[in-house]
């Protein structure tokens, strides 16, 4: 008999997302759902405005990753009226993209997934003179790992602990079977993610200096930058270049190195060695070298087939809402695309908790669209970079993958897989960090001989146009689609990287990368699904991006008291 688990919500995430699971008598997941139940109505707010406030208004799509957006909806203005952007305006976006990527793939190792690799209660029980030791297994130069300072960490835990105010470290599914680091790897990694609250921040800062503030930074307009007295100032530029070193200090000796650390010790641990059942994987264009020169490079993959990859074409990209609360008559391409709500209500059935609401799989079940490329489903995300960019040869993917791999003795199948897009995460922030002085390095030296930034724009309003922005924001590629009629915008669309992974299954019964990821995983303790959860957060979820809510007449939506004890 099958059961069914309902996980809402899936925390530790950006937004609202409730997975439900079916098992068979094994505890093993055969079907899958995925719904994110808050609307998004940016679209709609969009239609009528100027698309000079574009980029600022699409950047409130998110608190996280809110240049991603900033920057992506500029764009799409710019391509959709055909203004030039000057080379020191490229730069300094690929520089606060950059700062981004590092920071939120930071965030998301240490303080949104790691408690599911980390069992901080077995962390109170390590030897830290032990642990130490353990530490220089994994690097020669290690961060945050030394006797003392780890046993500091542990006395402050355990301090946590008799106090009773466990704050982040509460209601987890500590001493579940499937955590495979022993007690002093767990101290390890909990004196990282301890570091990472301090490093996190600095990442923040290098963001800040071209952009005013972080997050939602200030600085870019149509048609360039607004941070000109920053990009002249030496004192700034040199304050950019200590910072961003000091990020890349703490990804060489401690996200490197807890990542060997847990591909060492979840190598056999089956709840990571799947999860990557959609093999159709598709990136673009990061981190500007010089004019048109990126390092990480455009391309699709499909079929896990490492030795074929194909160019994007835009025009293959639909969203199809079969199974979403919206209405449409089929897919739609996002310049053609409607954001019409048609919301329905879910089903009560029985579950392993008694009987609960649960989502109408026949039916509509979630906030989020189905984007397909050529009608199939798609991975996107810093494993799709990773393997795209594997696959095209790219010298410095290649080298960091190849050098990665040998270390662990992981063949490159396990690329595909839950440990492996974790792992793709920190690669892909790594590169990052090691190749972004060569933007800057660029910048530096373009300023010499060219100091603008700035190209007034036009837009004819007897005129009609139409164009896209597309880069690659830390969870993947994110395009937005614009219409513009009469100087106003006339359509908006916004297909972002979690509505890629998270999308409903679609109307020719395709399912998406995070329902497909889950089928056939097992389930130790159906009551305490870390394993889901721990698939479901290598992806990153952000499901902020793929839906919003908002009442339009100013009411009141939802009212939430904190337990002051659990501070």
Same mark, same amino acid.
């Given at each position: 008999m099958s059961k069914r688990v309902v996980i809402d919500p899936i925390t530790r995430i950006e937004g609202h997302l409730r997975i439900e699971v079916e098992l068979d008598q094994n505890n093993v997941v055969k079907k899958a759902w995925a719904s994110s139940t808050l609307f998004r109505g940016l679209e709609i707010i969009l239609k009528g405005r100027t698309p000079y406030d574009v980029g600022l208004l699409v950047q409130r799509i998110c608190g996280v990753c809110t240049f991603s957006h900033y920057l992506c909806g500029t764009m799409a203005v710019e391509n959709a009226i055909g203004a030039k952007v000057p080379l020191n305006a490229q730069y300094l976006r690929s520089l606060m993209l950059d700062s981004l990527h590092m920071h939120d793939h930071i965030v998301h190792f240490y303080i949104l997934a790691g408690m599911d690799w980390i069992d901080v209660v077995s962390a109170l029980s390590a030897d830290p003179a032990k642990a130490a030791q353990v530490a220089m297994k994994y690097s020669a130069t290690p961060m945050a790992a030394g006797e003392g300072e780890l046993r500091a960490v542990q006395e402050k835990v355990k301090g946590l602990v008799a106090s009773g105010k466990l704050g982040p470290f509460a209601n987890a599914y500590w001493g579940n079977k499937t955590y495979k680091f022993s007690p002093e790897q767990n101290l390890i990694g909990l004196s990282h993610y301890l570091k990472a609250l301090e490093v996190q921040r600095i990442a923040a800062e290098t963001m800040a200096i071209w952009g005013g503030k972080n997050p939602h930074p200030?600085?870019?307009?149509?048609?360039?930058? %607004?941070?000109?007295? =920053?990009?002249?100032?030496?004192?700034?530029?040199?304050?950019?270049?200590? $910072?961003?070193?000091? @990020?890349? !200090?703490?990804?060489?000796?401690?996200?490197?190195?807890?990542?060997?650390?847990?591909?060492?010790?979840?190598?056999?641990?089956?709840?990571?060695?799947?999860?990557?059942?959609?093999?159709?994987?598709?990136?673009?264009?990061?981190?500007?070298?010089?004019?048109?020169?990126?390092?990480?490079?455009?391309?699709?993959?499909?079929?896990?087939?490492?030795?074929?990859?194909?160019?994007?074409?835009?025009?293959?990209?639909?969203?199809?809402?079969?199974?979403?609360?919206?209405?449409?008559?089929?897919?739609?391409?996002?310049?053609?695309? %409607?954001?019409?709500? =048609?919301?329905?209500?879910?089903?009560?059935?029985?579950?392993?908790?008694? $009987?609960?609401?649960? @989502?109408? !799989?026949?039916?509509?079940?979630?906030?989020?669209?189905?984007?397909?490329?050529?009608?199939?489903p798609v991975e996107v995300g810093p494993l799709s970079a990773i393997l795209v960019n594997y696959a095209r040869g790219t010298k410095e993917v290649v080298e960091v993958v190849d050098e990665f791999l040998r270390q662990t003795g992981l063949p490159t199948e396990a690329l595909f897989s839950t440990l492996g897009r974790t792992a793709a995460r920190m690669l892909h922030c790594l590169i990052n960090a090691r190749n972004c002085d060569r933007t800057f390095n660029a910048l530096v030296k373009n300023i010499n001989s060219d100091e603008t930034t700035y190209i007034q724009p036009s837009i004819d309003p007897d005129k009609e146009y139409k164009g896209f922005g597309m880069i690659e924001a830390p969870r993947g590629l994110l395009s937005h689609w614009i219409r513009i009629k009469g100087a106003l915008v006339e359509n908006y669309q916004a297909v972002v990287p979690t509505t890629w992974n998270a999308g409903p299954i679609d109307s020719n019964g395709k399912v998406g990368p995070y329902e497909a990821s889950l089928v056939g995983l097992q389930i130790s303790e159906p009551e305490k699904p870390l394993e889901v959860v721990r698939v479901i957060h290598s992806f990153d979820p952000c499901m902020a991006c793929s839906v919003h809510v908002m009442d339009y007449k100013g009411k009141s939506l939802s009212e939430f008291r904190v337990d002051p004890s659990a501070l």
């Open positions: 200030q600085s870019i307009v149509v048609g360039g930058i %607004t941070s000109v007295r =920053d990009m002249l100032s030496p004192a700034r530029l040199q304050e950019f270049a200590q $910072k961003t070193a000091h @990020v890349k !200090e703490f990804i060489e000796r401690c996200y490197y190195p807890d990542l060997l650390m847990a591909a060492e010790a979840y190598k056999n641990e089956n709840s990571v060695l799947g999860g990557a059942n959609v093999r159709n994987f598709m990136a673009t264009n990061e981190l500007l070298l010089g004019e048109n020169n990126h390092l990480f490079k455009q391309g699709i993959i499909r079929n896990g087939d490492l030795s074929k990859v194909e160019d994007v074409d835009p025009m293959k990209i639909e969203e199809d809402v079969a199974h979403a609360w919206y209405s449409a008559k089929g897919p739609q391409h996002p310049w053609n695309g %409607t954001t019409i709500p =048609d919301h329905t209500p879910f089903i009560e059935r029985d579950t392993i908790y008694g $009987k609960l609401p649960t @989502v109408d !799989e026949a039916g509509k079940y979630s906030w989020v669209k189905s984007p397909r490329y050529a009608g199939e």
